[in-house]
């Protein structure tokens, strides 16, 4: 049973930072490509960064430069560090493996972004 457990979300006004994590099961995340995703109201899920097993890390072109992820196998836990976060950025974010589990969905957590 794959378990995704997304946290870290909240309510930062423009130009904030927000660092979100994600547990997973040891085995699903020793396995594959991390990634996050993110959708906003009336939109579609899209992927926001990824993150190989070796470290190796992309991401969408509107968040480059603001957003780091990063992975911990001692702690089966990925990261997404969002700074210069803007209103845009505003979305529930989920994590799972690229491509997508899609049985595997987590609750996500909600990030909004004041103006």
């Known amino acids: 049973q794959v378990q995704l457990v997304e946290s870290g979300g909240g309510l930062v006004q423009a130009g904030g930072s927000l660092r979100l994590s994600c547990a997973a099961s040891?085995?699903?995340?020793?396995?594959?490509?991390m990634a996050w995703y993110r959708q906003a109201p009336g939109k579609q899920r899209e992927l926001v960064a990824s993150?190989?097993?070796?470290?190796?890390?992309n991401y969408v072109d509107s968040v480059k430069g603001r957003f780091t992820i990063s992975r911990s196998s001692a702690k089966n836990t990925v990261y997404l560090q969002m700074n210069s976060l803007k209103p845009e950025d505003t979305a529930v974010y989920y994590c799972n493996k690229q491509p997508p589990a899609n049985g595997s969905w987590g609750q996500g957590t909600q990030v909004t972004v004041s103006s």
């Open positions: 040891a085995r699903f995340f020793s396995s594959n490509i």
């Open positions: 993150i190989s097993l070796g470290g190796t890390t």
